[in-house]
């Protein structure tokens, strides 16, 4: 893997400096006038593999990046939420879907931007799906009509791939991102 | 669940107001004078079950939360981490150890101060460990030697009873929070 210990990220204001607070060992961003100290946390993603009748799940991005290209649905992870909690929200927003999580796929790494992924497996309690605001469309996709090349994200692929691995299995391991392989990012709306 | 939804966290500065930014759906505290976004992100601790021959490896906290308490290598993931590379430095900073991390054991979550853990199952590649700065002493214990009363928190509990439920076994789903149990923090060293 490479080395990404000496990136930086851009600051995040003008009045922010880089140094290492008192009682810490790492270099964050202070806040010169004020002493806020900017912790640059990972962030988690959440999202899944939602199946109804052998047909997948997918929305068709209304937003950038990747507007108009095919993904599942996912998205950060927010405040006071557990990981299954946020999937299930992310169905909701983005396909007014209601999902019943049925197991953890995988654990996707993004270390270039510090994003950690947990994609889970899920199925879909009724087949009424409908594009939310962040959706130009929802669709149930057979496993041989999947828009491969549309899709929005390779770790769309990499999920969907280990989903077809695993949906007749009951107990498994999650998977991590393939070989050789460090990761790509869901969507970038927070910094 | 309780709702938990109406927390609204200590204001991370005097200048920070609470608002919903432009293209924003939730309310997020922004500084006043510069604009600057404070999110909010769920933080992500990772550990790990350590084991050599049969004995896990434990931590006697020299910090406080629960300071002279015994709890498993663990911390928060820090920038550009995949959350493997991180449960192997927190094995090395809190006891010196190099750890090969063989599972994904759990994933707990602790809603209430919007955290995820993700803890794993290592061994030990030598018997060789030293206590770093965050611990008073770390040593090896066999299964019935376990300080259980002495733990410093639940989580270690769920861990190790985890640990002890699939030591035997290749492959397994990871699990999540004993049932009714929202989880607790593990440190309380990041705000």
């Known amino acids: 893997m490479s080395n990404t210990r000496s990136y930086v990220p851009p600051s995040p204001g003008p009045r922010f400096v880089r140094r290492v607070p008192e009682g810490d060992t790492n270099e ?3 806040c010169d006038d004020c002493g806020h100290i900017h912790y640059i946390n990972p962030k988690i993603v959440v999202g899944s593999v939602v199946a109804f009748e052998g047909r997948i799940l997918l929305c068709r991005r209304a937003i950038e990046p990747r507007k ?3 993904t599942l ?6 405040e006071h939420e557990t990981p299954e909690e946020g999937a299930r929200r992310e169905a909701r927003e983005e396909a ?3 999902i019943t999580i049925e197991a953890l796929l995988a654990v996707y790494s993004v270390p270039r931007i510090s994003q950690v992924q947990l994609m889970y497996r899920a199925c879909l309690e009724k087949p009424e799906i409908f594009p939310g ?9 057979a496993w041989h009509k999947i828009p491969w090349d549309e899709a929005a994200f390779p770790s769309v692929h990499w999920a969907l791939n280990h989903y077809w691995e695993t949906k007749d ?3 498994f391991a999650p998977f991590v991102n393939p070989e ?6 869901f969507s970038m709306k927070r910094p």
Do not use: H, I
Request: proline share 6%; hydrophobic share 40%.
């Open 28 to 30: 964050r961003y202070v």
């Open 68 to 70: 108009g290209f095919w």
């Open 73 to 78: 649905p996912a998205g950060f992870l927010e």
């Open 96 to 98: 007014c879907a209601t």
């Open 133 to 141: 605001p962040e959706s130009l469309e929802v669709d149930l996709f």
């Open 169 to 171: 299995k009951r107990v």
């Open 180 to 185: 050789g392989q460090s990761g790509n990012a």
